[in-house]
């Protein structure tokens, strides 16, 4: 029977990895100190971040697999499953990892802008690849959470161990950044896809059977998680992935709006708009002219 597990507190994971529990709400994982084990599917009701050493086995999330290998970060939010799909062999566990539970957060600044830092919800061939500079960035700032452990637990203590998590989270934002620089060319490759998805999805009855097409319909056709291709499309041209379905609507509606033939409602449908007064409204906002208007210029 396949192994599983639950993990929604910080001492049943430490437990797991043979930690000793020094706050109740966040630990510092060296797993190398964890007993060799094989691999098994774990939930976790936790914020993970697991830097891996040493690729040890197949690590599955969802239908697809971990893109990652020595000097590598996997972010995991609270109800991700991870699956280690190698259920015979035993490996030995390496890596750091930081581990905290949501309540750790509440009432601080960090809990504001969590829902920011969106590489919590990549998959897949998402994860953040290190220099061997970053790498080190990333070992100084769980050794300043690991500090704060190892003090007394007095007034401050919440808010400098959150104040080191934001900080490190904004490192790995950075990172992320010089990620989608130096994978410009495999970036393009994605943009020059999403451009021919659109035009072929306006070409089509997709309008008329699906409607508005959405950022998850492309993500998924290019094989990526929303957020992530959002910020590889907000990174490659300024727009977000919205803006950039709706330039397209906008460039495909000025063209059909000179079809006399066609009223304004039959082009908004055409579009894929439910009602055709949402189509009106969004053209004046980017074009500055109602269609009719546009139309009779």
Do not use: W
């Amino acid at each position: 029977m396949e192994k599983a597990y639950n993990f929604d507190t910080v001492s049943e994971y430490n437990a797991f990895n043979n930690h000793e529990t020094l706050h109740p709400l966040v630990s510092v994982i060296d797993f190398s100190k964890a007993k060799e084990r094989t691999g098994s599917r774990m939930t976790f009701g936790l914020y993970c971040i697991f830097l891996k050493e040493v690729h040890c086995g197949d690590l599955k999330y969802g239908c697809n697999y971990y893109d990652y290998d020595k000097g590598t970060l996997v972010f995991i939010s609270p109800g991700q499953v991870i699956d280690v799909e190698n259920k015979v062999d035993f490996y030995q566990p390496m890596g750091h990892g930081l581990v905290f539970h949501p309540d750790l957060i509440v009432g601080t600044p960090l809990a504001k802008s969590l829902d920011e830092y969106s590489f919590f919800s990549y998959n897949t061939s998402e994860a953040l690849h290190l220099s061997e500079k970053e790498r080190k960035i990333v070992f100084d700032c769980f050794s300043k959470i690991e500090y704060e452990l190892s003090q007394s637990v007095d007034k401050h203590s919440k808010k400098l161990i959150a104040s080191n998590i934001e900080l490190f989270l904004n490192y790995c934002e950075r990172f992320y950044d010089r990620q989608f620089i130096t994978r410009e060319n495999a970036n393009r490759g994605i943009l020059q896809k999403f451009e021919e998805l659109l035009n072929s999805y306006f070409a089509s009855e997709k309008p008329y059977s699906i409607g508005l097409p959405s950022v998850g319909y492309f993500a998924d056709e290019v094989h990526l998680s929303a957020n992530y291709f959002g910020d590889l499309v907000k990174k490659e041209t300024g727009k977000s992935a919205q803006e950039y379905i709706q330039n397209k609507i906008i460039e495909i509606a000025k063209n059909k709006i000179f079809d006399s033939s066609k009223t304004i409602n039959e082009i908004a449908f055409e579009l894929g708009f439910k009602y055709p007064q949402h189509f009106s409204r969004l053209f004046k906002n980017r074009v500055g002219y109602t269609p009719n208007e546009y139309r009779n210029l």
